[in-house]
């Protein structure tokens, strides 16, 4: 069974630094995808950023970018210059790559950005 | 174009009761996804809909049933409410192309039982 695993319960860092948040997996697929979503205060769960398995470059969306190491089955999601708006809960999630299948959730990791 | 619609926002129910969550998916979206979010924790998955049929279940009790209607929209009823039933509810709905598995979410539906 697939499963997702985020070390960091919570974290604290100061505006406008850069900060790494941890996430490994296991899988026996070969084809996948990974994504990190934002839940904010409000709730709503956004989209911060989507790999897929069999591409080898890195994803990057603006200021957020990921480290995905796939031999390791590691994907770590790097912050840079971090804004007081990116306080929330972001969850590192898992697909199998075939249409809309469920994703599988890690816990989360609470990031507080502080003034 | 409006995203994922979930209705109501809140709603507080009596252990044993009944409860219906509402979803609309996103313009364009023909899949629905269900995902219960106890405090604390990520999002788990009870069940997909497509073409008004139930295409994947995730480990939940019959307790909780859903329906798709012809125009997409969605619903989830849980029956005999338990206290531990008590989360958020999020529905998420994906586009009808295989290049693309990626869900948009909905702001859920926070549901207390008492």
């Known amino acids: 069974a697939q499963t997702v695993t985020q070390s960091q319960p919570e974290m604290s860092v100061q505006e406008a630094e850069t900060v790494t948040l941890s996430c490994t997996y296991d899988?026996?697929?070969?084809?996948?995808?990974l994504f990190w979503y934002k839940q904010p205060p409000s709730r709503q769960m956004i989209l911060v950023i989507r790999q897929e398995a069999y591409k080898q470059q890195n994803a990057t969306e603006n200021r957020f970018s990921v480290n995905f190491q796939k031999a390791a089955k590691s994907f770590s999601l790097k912050i840079s210059d971090s804004q007081l708006g990116d306080t929330a809960m972001y969850f590192c999630a898992y697909s199998y790559r075939d249409r809309d299948d469920k994703i599988i959730f890690g816990k989360g990791t609470r990031l507080h950005i502080l003034p | 174009d409006a995203g994922v619609t979930q209705s109501p926002t809140h709603l507080i129910k009596t252990r044993g009761q009944q409860v219906t969550l509402r979803c609309s998916p996103k313009?364009?979206?023909?899949?629905v996804s269900w995902y219960q979010q106890a405090l604390g924790q990520g999002p788990q998955f009870i069940f997909q809909?497509?073409?008004?049929?139930?295409?994947q279940r995730g480990n939940f009790p019959d307790r909780f049933s859903g329906h798709q209607f012809p125009n997409y929209s969605s619903e989830l009823n849980v029956n005999a409410l338990l206290l531990g039933d008590s989360a958020l509810y999020l529905c998420?709905?994906?586009?009808?192309?295989?290049?693309?598995?990626?869900?948009?979410f909905g702001p859920g539906t926070r549901l207390t039982v008492l």
């Open positions: 313009s364009g979206h023909d899949t």
């Open positions: 809909y497509y073409e008004e049929e139930e295409r």
């Open positions: 899988t026996s697929e070969n084809n996948y995808y």
């Open positions: 998420a709905s994906s586009l009808p192309t295989r290049d693309t598995d990626t869900q948009y």
